[in-house]
């Protein structure tokens, strides 16, 4: 995969640095957070621990992906809802974030749930 680093800035008001990678992979399918992690992490020369990938964006009809990345000089300046989100786009990644979900069961299209009979009540006089 070939990456260009379009365009970087400083935010000082958040602490942070804001850059735009975009990533040529052809071929493959769009790179998930956790590869676009490891892309920025040597393109950027930050530690994957300061890191937040806000955004991935694929090109319509090309194999060209444009991420936003967020940059943090201290663990603690990165906010806590951006953390949580990285965490479970990781999980989601390893597969470990989805529940066991129980088999659905194969009922042809059309015909109705079976119903329980009705129990005979003697008429009341």
């Known amino acids: 995969m070939k990456t260009e680093v379009k365009e970087q800035k400083k935010n000082p008001l958040l602490k942070r640095n804001e850059a735009v990678i975009s990533i040529v992979h052809a071929g493959k399918a769009t790179p998930s957070r956790v590869d676009i992690l490891e892309i920025a992490s040597k393109e950027l020369k930050v530690d994957k621990q300061l890191i937040i990938v806000d955004s991935v964006f694929t090109e319509a ?22 953390l949580k989100k990285m965490k479970s786009k990781k ?8 529940p066991e979900e129980k088999p659905k069961e194969d009922k042809p299209k059309g ?13 009341e006089k």
Not at 70 to 82: A, C, F, H, Q, V
Not at 91 to 98: F, R
Not at 114 to 119: D, M, T
Request: aromatic letters at 4%; glycine letters at 4%.
């Open 111 to 123: 015909e109705k749930p079976a119903e329980k009979p009705k129990e005979d009540k003697p008429a």
């Open 61 to 82: 009809g090309r194999n060209i992906s444009n991420a936003r990345i967020l940059t943090y000089s201290k663990k603690e300046d990165i906010p806590e809802y951006k």
């Open 91 to 98: 999980k989601q990644a390893e597969g470990e974030a989805k």
